[in-house]
Each structure stands twice: as C-alpha cells, then as structure tokens.
C-alpha cells in the first residue's frame, strides 16, 4: 500500500501548465511546509517541505483556489522522481501524487491569521468541492457568500454545470 496524508501550507502559488496533445490536462505543481509534531529541534527545523503533483481536475482546482498560504489536508501516493543530471550524476527525490485535498481551516480563520482555528472546511476529491472555507488569491473566481447557518454554499451563476460533481 502506498499512501500519505499530509497537512500543511503552501510556501508558493501552485504552477500550472496543460499537457499537449488533443487531451489536454492541468497539470499542478506546488510545494508544501508540514510541521513536525513533537519536541522542537534546537536548529529550527520545525517543518519538512514535500513537492506535490495534481492532474486533471484536481489540478484545475488547485489552479483556481490555492495559493501561497493555504492550510490543505491532502492525501495521496509518493512516486520516484529520479533521473540524472547533465554531469551524469544520479539524483534521487520524491513527490507526492495528490488523490485528494481538503481545505484545513475556514476562510475567515485564515484572513484573521488564526492557524488553530479550523472551523468548517472545504473539500475536493477529484471532482468537486463544497461548503466555501477557502482562500481567495486576488484575480481568482469568487463563489458567491454562503447563507448563514444553512452550510451550503451558493453557486455562481458563472460557473458551467458541468464542472459540478453533482450533476
């Protein structure tokens, strides 16, 4: 079995690019800083940063509601990311091959700098995402407020049907 969950923030806006060819994909990359539990290391070695990969539709979410900062739940497999180098020299890494993510804290408890607060969360899981607790990057597509107390969030008129999970 392959699988890791990590909980963390970006520590840069994601970079997008679409593959070629006559089906084309979103492919997303980003990177993410993920506390250590425990005791503190005297360096200040407090975080590991592991780089991340999204396809599809996973991907284009990633593209409009994630950037620097945003505190994800992700879950996903790690792949071999070896090859080598020009000088001939093997290099060995890894990523992590996002399945899912998850919003880690509302909306209102990141613009506030809360980072205890989780409150409600958002959440994609190939295909969709729900309830409104995510960040907004400037220049970004804006769902319309949700209703308080009834945990729905309002969809945009310019959003296509299609792109909804729930059709």
Do not use: W
């Not at 975080?47 to 900062?69: I, M, P, R, S």
């Amino acid at each position: 079995m392959n699988k890791v969950i990590l909980m963390g923030r970006l520590t840069r806006d994601p970079e997008i690019r679409y593959s070629s060819g006559d089906n084309s994909m979103a492919i997303a990359r980003y990177s993410i800083a993920v506390d250590r539990r425990g005791r503190r290391s005297n360096d200040g070695a407090d975080a590991d940063f592991f780089n991340c990969t999204a396809f599809g539709k996973l991907a284009e979410f990633v593209e409009k509601y994630l950037h620097q900062g945003t505190k994800i739940l992700m879950s996903g497999r790690i792949q071999n990311d070896n090859y080598t180098n020009r000088e001939g020299q093997r290099v060995f890494s890894v990523q992590i091959i996002a399945e899912e993510i998850e919003f880690a804290e509302s909306k209102n408890a990141s613009a506030s700098g809360n980072a205890g607060n989780y409150g409600q969360s958002g959440n994609y899981n190939q295909g969709g995402y729900n309830q409104g607790g995510y960040n907004q990057a400037p220049g970004r597509p804006s769902p319309a407020a949700a209703n308080v107390g009834d945990g729905f969030m309002n969809i945009p008129d310019s959003v296509d049907d299609e792109e909804l999970p729930f059709n």
